[in-house]
């Protein structure tokens, strides 16, 4: 064994061996304490498992993988992203453990990198601010289509359109600041609800499938493979049906970013974060074999505007696919709320280090809440902000939002990358891989960078105006913009994340 191994495994049992202070934990990373630890363990999963929210990511996305793959890809690509998903994971709580702060990724970046660490910790930042916003605006117009087709069955006059539709996100969007504005005790019992109104909505829904259809598809049915992509290539269709998972499984950052309002972050985040992609992947795989096994007529359903909608009704009648659609827009509603949580988050602490404009202004803390409330309004914002293009297109929309999950994939690479370049220096926290953090990194690192690159391939065959894949453009663009600013005045100003002093002095900042 080499004296390198010999010695990182001499720190890893050390650090188990210790339990750390929580704030002292934060002084000896250079920040007083701001904000209020009420997130217990279950608060901290609950967050991360209720963004990656599979009701409303496999409902959204059902219908793509249906003509993306069929069941074949929509069951078992499940399967294997899952497994790639939770090592992206389980890479990111060893990080997590090792660096609990809001800033989590920008943060962690800044601290691995061996050089350049403000323009790793600068980038970092700005792809994971643009993916969360992202993520909370086309959360919350999901939501809002949802709740249109709900109105349309429930009152077939209704008509929806695009107008009705930006209206009704942009009022999803404030009532979820004004419900991330209180403190963070009410943030932790709407998320605590919204993990048993996840699982108790599962249950219903899959039970509701099992049993009242007349009729469900054979074993064998799971292996049927359809192509309808436009693309003669089945082996590129089902590649871009893979993107289904991927789709699902974003926003699990959300447990790194609640670290400082956490108990015992240090073990609490890392397990909030695997926990939360662990248990829905089995959540979602029992779900996705419901509604796969009760397709009924399949070129209708997968013609259908909301196919699992379509199931619902073919299998269960409208009335009781009503119902169930209500449990939907409810998970829709909480992962948006839940998802503003950490993008706030993530605001607070790229403030406090100064990497945004009028930084002394977003990380203020308010006294009588205890929350980030300018940074709420922020994130609230710029949300809107992107939403109000769907006003006149709804390709314009998804132009816009399309970088939401490339740009959360690639800050999850970079401090898993850095660690990995580290090698044995890298410092693990009470939560840790052992010996396998660097191969479980490598495979993290490489699905990430493979996933990338079919999220920004032509999705659809003719490719035209409405059917282009935007998310390169988009991502280029938010590069360009991140890299002029650095060139031309970040880079003088921010050397990555800022200490405020010595742990006794920082620990006198504290807010009582």
Same mark, same amino acid.
């Given at each position: 064994?080499?004296?390198?191994?010999?010695?990182?495994?001499?720190?890893?049992?050390?650090?188990?061996?210790?339990?750390?202070?929580?704030?002292?934990?934060?002084?000896?990373?250079?920040?007083?304490?701001?904000?209020?630890?009420?997130?217990?363990?279950?608060?901290?999963?609950?967050?991360?498992?209720?963004?990656?929210?599979?009701?409303?990511?496999?409902?959204?996305?059902?219908?793509?993988?249906?003509?993306?793959?069929?069941?074949?890809?929509?069951?078992?690509?499940?399967?294997?992203?899952?497994?790639?998903?939770?090592?992206?994971?389980?890479?990111?709580?060893?990080?997590?453990?090792?660096?609990?702060?809001?800033?989590?990724?920008?943060?962690?970046?800044?601290?691995?990198?061996?050089?350049?660490?403000?323009?790793?910790?600068?980038?970092?930042?700005?792809?994971?601010?643009?993916?969360?916003?992202?993520?909370?605006?086309?959360?919350?117009?999901?939501?809002?289509?949802?709740?249109?087709?709900?109105?349309?069955?429930?009152?077939?006059?209704?008509?929806?359109?695009?107008?009705?539709?930006?209206?009704?996100?942009?009022?999803?969007?404030?009532?979820?600041?004004?419900?991330?504005?209180?403190?963070?005790?009410?943030?932790?019992?709407?998320?605590?609800?919204?993990?048993?109104?996840?699982?108790?909505?599962?249950?219903?829904?899959?039970?509701?499938?099992?049993?009242?259809?007349?009729?469900?598809?054979?074993?064998?049915?799971?292996?049927?493979?359809?192509?309808?992509?436009?693309?003669?290539?089945?082996?590129?269709?089902?590649?871009?049906?893979?993107?289904?998972?991927?789709?699902?499984?974003?926003?699990?950052?959300?447990?790194?970013?609640?670290?400082?309002?956490?108990?015992?972050?240090?073990?609490?985040?890392?397990?909030?974060?695997?926990?939360?992609?662990?248990?829905?992947?089995?959540?979602?795989?029992? !779900?996705? =074999?419901? &509604?796969?096994? @009760?397709?009924?007529?399949?070129?209708?359903?997968? $013609?259908?505007?909301?196919? +699992? #909608?379509?199931?619902?009704?073919?299998?269960?009648?409208?009335?009781?696919?009503?119902?169930?659609?209500?449990?939907?827009?409810?998970?829709?509603?909480?992962?948006?709320?839940?998802?503003?949580?950490?993008?706030?988050?993530?605001?607070?602490?790229?403030?406090?280090?100064?990497?945004?404009?009028?930084?002394?202004?977003?990380?203020?803390?308010?006294?009588?809440?205890?929350?980030?409330?300018?940074?709420?309004?922020?994130?609230?914002?710029?949300?809107?902000?992107?939403?109000?293009?769907?006003?006149?297109?709804?390709?314009?929309?998804?132009?816009?939002?399309?970088?939401?999950?490339?740009?959360?994939?690639?800050?999850?690479?970079?401090?898993?990358? !850095?660690? =990995?370049? &580290?090698?044995? @220096?890298?410092?693990?926290?009470?939560?840790?891989? $052992?010996?396998?953090?660097? +191969? #479980?990194?490598?495979?993290?690192?490489?699905?990430?960078?493979?996933?990338?690159?079919?999220?920004?391939?032509?999705?659809?065959?003719?490719?035209?105006?409405?059917?282009?894949?935007?998310?390169?453009?988009?991502?280029?663009?938010?590069?360009?913009?991140?890299?002029?600013?650095?060139?031309?005045?970040?880079?003088?100003?921010?050397?990555?994340?800022?200490?405020?002093?010595?742990?006794?002095?920082?620990?006198?900042?504290?807010?009582?």
């Amino acid at each position: 064994m080499s004296e390198r191994t010999s010695t990182s495994r001499v720190r890893a049992r050390a650090a188990d061996a210790v339990v750390l202070d929580d704030d002292a934990t934060l002084h000896a990373m250079g920040y007083p304490r701001k904000l209020t630890r009420r997130f217990k363990a279950f608060d901290n999963f609950a967050i991360s498992f209720t963004i990656i929210n599979i009701l409303s990511g496999i409902f959204s996305s059902f219908g793509f993988g249906m003509n993306a793959g069929g069941p074949r890809i929509l069951v078992f690509g499940w399967i294997g992203v899952s497994v790639m998903v939770l090592l992206i994971g389980a890479a990111m709580a060893e990080v997590a453990s090792a660096y609990p702060t809001s800033g989590a990724l920008y943060f962690s970046a800044g601290k691995l990198a061996k050089r350049h660490k403000g323009a790793w910790s600068w980038f970092t930042g700005w792809l994971n601010f643009v993916g969360q916003i992202g993520g909370t605006a086309a959360t919350g117009y999901a939501a809002a289509t949802f709740i249109q087709v709900f109105v349309e069955l429930q009152w077939p006059s209704y008509h929806p359109t695009a107008h009705q539709t930006v209206l009704i996100t942009a009022l999803i969007i404030v009532l979820q600041g004004l419900a991330n504005t209180y403190t963070v005790q009410l943030v932790a019992i709407l998320n605590r609800i919204s993990v048993w109104w996840l699982l108790i909505g599962l249950v219903v829904i899959v039970g509701a499938l099992v049993v009242m259809p007349d009729h469900h598809q054979s074993a064998s049915f799971v292996t049927h493979f359809e192509n309808n992509t436009g693309f003669t290539s089945g082996l590129y269709g089902g590649m871009l049906g893979l993107l289904v998972t991927s789709w699902t499984f974003t926003g699990f950052d959300g447990s790194f970013h609640m670290s400082e309002e956490t108990v015992q972050a240090t073990v609490s985040a890392p397990k909030g974060i695997t926990r939360a992609i662990g248990c829905s992947a089995v959540a979602g795989l029992v !779900l996705m =074999l419901a &509604l796969v096994y @009760s397709i009924g007529n399949y070129a209708k359903v997968a $013609g259908a505007a909301a196919p +699992p #909608i379509q199931i619902l009704i073919d299998g269960l009648g409208l009335r009781t696919a009503k119902v169930l659609l209500l449990i939907v827009i409810g998970a829709m509603l909480f992962c948006g709320l839940a998802n503003l949580t950490s993008n706030t988050r993530q605001i607070f602490a790229f403030s406090r280090d100064g990497a945004m404009p009028g930084s002394r202004w977003w990380h203020s803390v308010s006294l009588r809440t205890r929350t980030p409330v300018k940074a709420v309004w922020l994130a609230v914002g710029c949300s809107l902000a992107l939403v109000v293009p769907g006003w006149w297109s709804h390709t314009a929309f998804t132009a816009i939002v399309s970088v939401n999950v490339v740009g959360l994939f690639l800050a999850y690479a970079v401090p898993i990358f !850095l660690r =990995l370049r &580290l090698g044995d @220096s890298f410092q693990p926290g009470p939560w840790h891989l $052992g010996r396998w953090g660097r +191969p #479980i990194g490598w495979l993290a690192v490489v699905w990430i960078l493979l996933s990338s690159v079919l999220f920004m391939l032509p999705q659809a065959s003719p490719i035209t105006v409405d059917s282009f894949n935007y998310a390169p453009i988009a991502l280029a663009v938010v590069l360009l913009i991140a890299t002029v600013w650095w060139f031309a005045t970040a880079r003088r100003r921010f050397q990555g994340p800022v200490s405020y002093g010595r742990p006794d002095e920082v620990a006198a900042m504290d807010l009582v």
